[in-house]
């Protein structure tokens, strides 16, 4: 069994732009190092549906509006570091970011997708004038597998406890096998280290909030700005305050603003909206630095419990549903202490948001996670005045069937939707995959 800080340093980590195409950069980049060389020859990189989908029209961090896995594949190798893990790409320059785009219109990056292939993978190979290497990550956004140079194999992944298999596998894989009311009592074990840990997170996603409030940026479809210039900030309306803020950071995030996120269960949307109701709510009950961490820590869990059931990537749109929900369940556990009522939140985000699909990373996530964050607010008011479903739909009469129920529908009813909605991408962008 792992404690608190263990989960909390695997499944809540900053991420550096959109985690899919970071995932990209990170195989390339650890490719790139591993075959040297100044001359990049050629990268083809070969990737799930799942994240190619998410990567082809999100921004890319400092790259002043670029977009797309071929860019950060290119990006990753002309200045990936790839043990800064999903931060892979914080050192690269303006004059990086013009030498991808010139790579990438040449047609010296190639991505394409696997239809048969869903989750995260992704396999890179690089070309320069030593010869050509190749990366696969498989199973979680950090998890490298395999290193090969020149054909022959130089790092695999062979057993579970092996250093390549990051502890948000394992841990994930864990979470997946508990009852959710064994997860989510770690909150109880948290010191003074656990808080200041996940209060960072909080700042952090406040810090890119406010970038996507700024006048002085361009960011996404101004969600957050929008509703900020109309006067929502000001009327009072909390749940409106809690949209904006969590719509401000994600329209930054998916315009590729260069400021990291605190992430959740591998998702820096999911950190968003996981993290930014929950704190956002705290501060305005007056509650202390010590019961908000403990909260947001208690939301990272629950969205950790749906992810282990549905998978890293998915049909549906995890930071709405998964994260929605985890909200939900923080901010009732803020104001309630009790965790039966924050199983009533999830409950009813659950029931609500099921349907909700993912047709990608990009601008339009900012909407979503606005509704994720504000119907998780009204779910705890909901929960709060006592009111939660029977069994009906996709809620069970427990949290475990209602995940399972919600799990069933992304796997068998939704199964076709990455490779449906890769077919509306490609045919606008004129071309077969």
Do not use: W
Not at 30 to 55: L, Q, W
Not at 214 to 222: C, I
Not at 232 to 244: M, N, R, V
């Amino acid at each position: 069994m792992f404690t608190i800080r263990e989960f909390l340093r695997s499944e809540v980590k900053p991420a550096l732009g959109c985690t899919e195409p970071g995932a990209v950069a990170l195989a390339v980049a650890r490719a790139k190092e591993e075959i040297g060389g100044s001359d990049i020859r050629s990268i083809h990189v070969v990737v799930s549906d799942s994240i190619y989908k998410n990567g082809v029209a999100v921004g890319i961090p400092g790259t002043e509006g670029l977009k797309g896995n071929a860019i950060a594949a290119a990006l990753g190798a002309l200045g990936g570091v790839s043990s800064y893990g999903l931060e892979v790409l914080r050192d690269c320059t303006p004059d990086d970011a013009l030498r991808a785009k010139k790579m990438a219109s040449e047609g010296a990056v190639l991505v394409t997708a696997l239809s048969d292939r869903h989750g995260v993978y992704v396999e890179a190979e690089v070309v320069t004038e030593n010869g050509n290497a190749v990366c696969i990550i498989d199973g979680s956004h950090t998890s490298i597998k395999k290193v090969t140079k020149n054909g022959a194999t130089t790092f695999e992944a062979t057993s579970p406890t092996d250093v390549s298999k990051p502890k948000e596998t394992a841990i994930s894989e864990q979470i997946a096998g508990m009852k959710y009311t064994s997860l989510v009592r770690l909150v109880d074990d948290m010191d003074q280290a656990d808080v200041d840990y996940v209060m960072n997170g909080v700042d952090m996603n406040l810090a890119i909030a406010e970038y996507g409030f700024d006048d002085h940026h361009r960011s996404g479809l101004e969600i957050g700005k929008t509703i900020r210039n109309a006067g929502g900030l000001e009327i009072g309306d909390l749940g409106l305050k809690i949209k904006a803020f969590s719509a401000a950071a994600a329209d930054a995030r998916m315009s590729g603003a260069p400021m990291p996120v605190m992430s959740s269960a591998g998702s820096g949307n999911h950190g968003v909206t996981a993290i930014l109701p929950v704190a956002i709510l705290g501060k305005d009950k007056g509650k202390t630095r010590e019961e908000i961490a403990k909260a947001v820590a208690f939301s990272h869990l629950s969205t950790s419990f749906i992810k282990s059931r549905t998978g890293r990537l998915s049909p549906i749109c995890g930071c709405t549903v998964a994260a929605g929900a985890g909200a939900a369940a923080g901010m009732t556990y803020l104001l309630t202490g009790d965790v039966q009522r924050a199983v009533k939140a999830m409950s009813i985000i659950l029931g609500n948001l099921v349907g909700m699909l993912c047709d990608g990373a990009k601008d339009t996530c900012a909407l979503k996670v606005g509704t994720g964050a504000l119907e998780a607010y009204h779910a705890t008011l909901l929960a709060m005045n006592d009111r939660n479903l029977d069994p009906q739909g996709v809620v069970d009469d427990t949290i475990e069937k209602t995940v399972q129920n919600v799990a069933d529908i992304s796997f068998k009813a939704m199964k076709d939707v990455d490779g449906t909605v890769i077919e509306l991408v490609s045919r606008r962008m004129g071309k077969a995959l």
